[in-house]
């Protein structure tokens, strides 16, 4: 971290059924303050007495909670769905709590993979954190596994909102345990937005020294709500199956008074029934055997008692979460896996004789060091954040001075290697018509269909360059790659650069511009002085400066957003601010009219929503400055040939 202030984040969470969401973050939380942070907890569930937050400002909203596996029904209160008004004040709270707070870093907890009904609040919180000019770092939080998408389009709709919000996503798992993409179908480019973190395991709980409460026991818990009820009741009856053994169920805070008595009244001599307890790991560390659940606190418990495990993970509602998890766990070893649907006390019964029987697992392998892990992402993403800001304020004080100065600012926009109609060139064709620009898009000659002619019909306002001819690498291994360099004859190669053109011109006619783009920007000198016999007027590389080539103009481009070297996505934004707002300051530093025009350089068909959402920023950026013009390659090889 780069400031002497400490560090404000506010971590936004709903807890639903369990507590456990809530206790993940208070861990995180709790290891943020440790280190001299200051943290802002946002509640939007029912009051959990039996979380650690200390050292964080806890904010309660005004609570909400479902019953069974229906997510989509919000109780305010017991029976009483939550109406139109509880959720306007948990909104006005929210944002009141995000004003108070002026966080550097804003967490929510599952959203947007999860929690959407409550994507109002969420989207409203999200908009005003962006509306800030000093924006904090926004990171979406995620347990190893997430419930997958139950309806077409909700994986979609997730990456949408994570490109259009957020600069990462901290996973709580660990991908050589169960990767992100075995729960949820995970994009290429929402995997590049992952911050692997570990799991997070609230190590805060502890027994006094000594104690011997629970040694040797069977332990069972059912999670923090009502729906471990079936564990509970198959646990009762199996106990009696095992008289020889002692046994604990604990019920959650969340389970209803009437049914914690039925539990209570109806156990065995065997079994003791009570409501969970903080110090439940240290119980577990005591423990003969485990009977839980598969949530992600229960098992990082487990982990870390080394304890022997039954799960049973809860299915209801098709929720499919917990039964990844028991089986991946399951297939390593680690646990014994039985199904609710088809749990019986017989079978309960007969699988905790076999683990009584068998040695500790070893857990080992489950890391559980999370919090501290989470911090340091957080950390280096406020930096990154912090440094796009500083960026950005560079590009609007040269943009400023060229207020100051009178001067107009010419930019261009090339995009390469369309082929044919595509939704990505359609989203790019609407951006340019959005800010009113002209376009410049290379086109591959030998690869472009009839398709694309009809689709530029309808975009008057883009220009056709040539993109060499097949975009093939004709260079050997080891050589960076290129269609027009020096590895086949001059005249060949300068013929198929001609046959490019011509082929164009037939195609698209006059609205081909005789500008030639070489596939990967490179172009040998030979080829380069051989265009102009070719019909070439223009050349378009991606350098500031070139050396003057007899009879061809040279438009080149200057700025590029994706990460070509690290295999795609968005180039680090504070990178990317600082970079435009050197080419503008050279801009000023010259003669009026010295310099090219500022080349912009896309590749529509590998952009993601991130890409896509810093081009928008930085045309807003751009059009708000009104010294900023942009130019068609056309007219600014006209001006040339006038000159």
Request: contains cysteine; glycine residues 10%; negative net charge.
């Amino acid at each position: 971290m780069n400031e002497t202030r400490p560090p404000r984040v506010m971590i936004v969470v709903t807890h639903l059924l369990g507590i456990g969401h809530l206790a993940r973050m208070a861990a995180v939380g709790r290891e943020m303050a440790r280190q001299g942070w200051l943290v802002t907890l946002v509640s939007g569930g029912r009051p959990a007495e039996t979380v650690n937050i200390e050292g964080c400002t806890l904010v309660q909203l005004p609570p909400v909670h479902c019953v069974g596996s229906d997510f989509s029904t919000l109780y305010q209160a017991p029976d009483v769905v939550a109406d139109a008004a509880h959720f306007t004040v948990r909104r006005e709270a929210l944002l009141a709590a995000f004003e108070e707070a002026q966080p550097d870093a804003l967490i929510t907890e599952l959203f947007p993979f999860g929690r959407r009904t409550l994507a109002d609040e969420f989207l409203v919180l999200l908009e005003r954190a962006h509306a800030r000019a000093d924006r904090p770092a926004i990171l979406c939080s995620i347990r190893d596994v997430l419930n997958p998408p139950s309806k077409p389009g909700r994986a979609e709709e997730a990456e949408a909102r994570l490109a259009a919000f957020y600069d990462g996503i901290l996973f709580h798992g660990a991908s050589q345990v169960v990767p992100l993409d075995a729960s949820w179908p995970a994009s290429r480019a929402v995997l590049r937005r992952v911050l692997e973190t570990g799991y997070v395991h609230d190590g805060s709980r502890s027994f006094p020294d000594g104690d011997t409460e629970g040694a040797g026991e069977i332990i069972v818990s059912g999670g923090g709500s009502a729906a471990g009820l079936p564990l509970s009741a198959n646990a009762l009856r199996a106990a009696r199956l095992m008289p020889e053994m002692r046994w604990r169920l604990l019920v959650g805070a969340g389970v209803p008074a009437e049914s914690f008595e039925r539990l209570h009244n109806g156990a065995p001599a065997n079994v003791i029934v009570e409501r969970a307890r903080p110090d439940f790991p240290a119980l577990l560390g005591r423990a003969a055997l485990s009977i839980s659940q598969a949530g992600y606190n229960t098992v990082l418990d487990l982990a870390a008692a080394n304890a022997r495990a039954i799960l049973v993970p809860f299915a209801e509602g098709g929720e499919r979460e917990q039964g990844i998890r028991a089986g991946e766990l399951g297939r390593r070893g680690l646990v014994r896996g039985l199904e609710t649907a088809t749990l019986t006390p017989e079978a309960l019964a007969g699988a905790a004789t076999e683990l009584l029987a068998a040695p500790r697992p070893d857990w080992s392998a489950i890391g559980r060091d999370g919090a501290a892990r989470t911090a340091a992402h957080v950390a280096a993403s406020i930096d990154r954040r912090r440094a796009a800001t500083e960026g950005w304020a560079r590009l609007d004080a040269a943009l400023t001075r060229a207020e100051a100065e009178g001067r107009v600012l010419e930019f261009w926009w090339r995009d390469d290697d369309a082929i044919e109609p595509t939704p990505a060139l359609d989203t790019l064709i609407a951006r340019f018509e959005r800010f009113g620009v002209p376009g410049g898009l290379a086109v591959i000659p030998s690869r472009a269909t009839p398709a694309l002619v009809e689709r530029l019909r309808a975009a008057p306002d883009v220009d056709v360059l040539v993109h060499g001819w097949a975009h093939t690498n004709y260079a050997p291994v080891g050589e960076k790659a290129a269609e027009f360099g020096s590895h086949r004859p001059l005249a060949m190669v300068a013929g198929e650069a001609g046959a490019g053109l011509a082929r164009l011109r037939e195609m698209f006619g006059e609205r081909t511009v005789p500008l030639f783009v070489p596939p990967w920007n490179r172009v040998a000198p030979a080829i380069s002085a051989a265009l102009p016999a070719q019909g070439f007027t223009g050349l378009s590389t991606f350098t500031r400066r070139s050396e003057a080539i007899p009879g061809l103009t040279q438009i080149n481009t200057h700025w590029d957003p994706i990460a070509w070297k690290q295999g795609g996505g968005l180039v680090e934004e504070a990178k990317l601010a600082h970079e435009l707002a050197r080419l503008v300051e050279e801009e000023l530093a010259a003669a009026p009219g010295e310099l090219e025009p500022i080349g912009l350089l896309t590749h529509h068909l590998v952009h993601d929503g991130w890409i896509d959402r810093l081009l928008d920023e930085v045309m807003e950026r751009l059009a708000a400055s009104g010294v900023v013009r942009f130019v068609s390659a056309r007219d600014v090889l006209v001006q040339a040939g006038a000159r």
